[in-house]
């Protein structure tokens, strides 16, 4: 059965490893430590919010019926194409106003988790 969360949580957790690796040995020589360390800042919250979706994703096939593990996911997934894509494409670019993008992926990750504290207060789900 297509597991939509699991495949974003794959995915996502390759393009975490794989902009991490290109910002270690591709950038280090051309940016100052400030750009690295905010293209960084994007690798780890990338990094943790793959390992986020993994999680619900296994939550949503242990409880197929239940709506919230996945909006969590989903929430999860726009954090990460905003706060870590905003940093990304900051570090890159210095483009400053995406600094103002940043905070709206930060509310997305927020949102996630509120979703998923929500799902756990439930006390449906206990089986």
């Known amino acids: 059965m ?15 490893v794989s902009i991490g690796a290109f910002a270690a040995h591709g950038l280090e020589s051309f940016f100052p430590p ?26 949503s096939l242990y409880y197929p019926n239940e709506r919230l593990p996945k909006v969590s996911g989903y929430f999860f997934l726009l954090g990460i194409l905003f706060f870590s ?21 930060g509310l997305f990750f927020l949102s996630g988790w509120g979703a998923l504290c ?10």
Do not use: C
Request: glycine residues 12%; proline residues 3%.
């Open 34 to 59: 400030e750009q690295l360390q905010t293209f960084q800042t994007g690798v780890d919250y990338h990094m943790y919010h793959s390992l986020a979706l993994f999680g619900v994703g296994l939550l």
């Open 85 to 105: 894509g905003s940093l990304y494409i900051l570090s890159i670019t210095d483009i400053r106003w995406l600094g103002a993008i940043t905070p709206i992926g």
């Open 2 to 16: 297509f597991q939509p969360l699991l495949l974003m949580a794959g995915a996502n957790g390759f393009l975490a």
């Open 118 to 127: 929500i799902f756990g207060l439930k006390s449906n789900n206990i089986k």
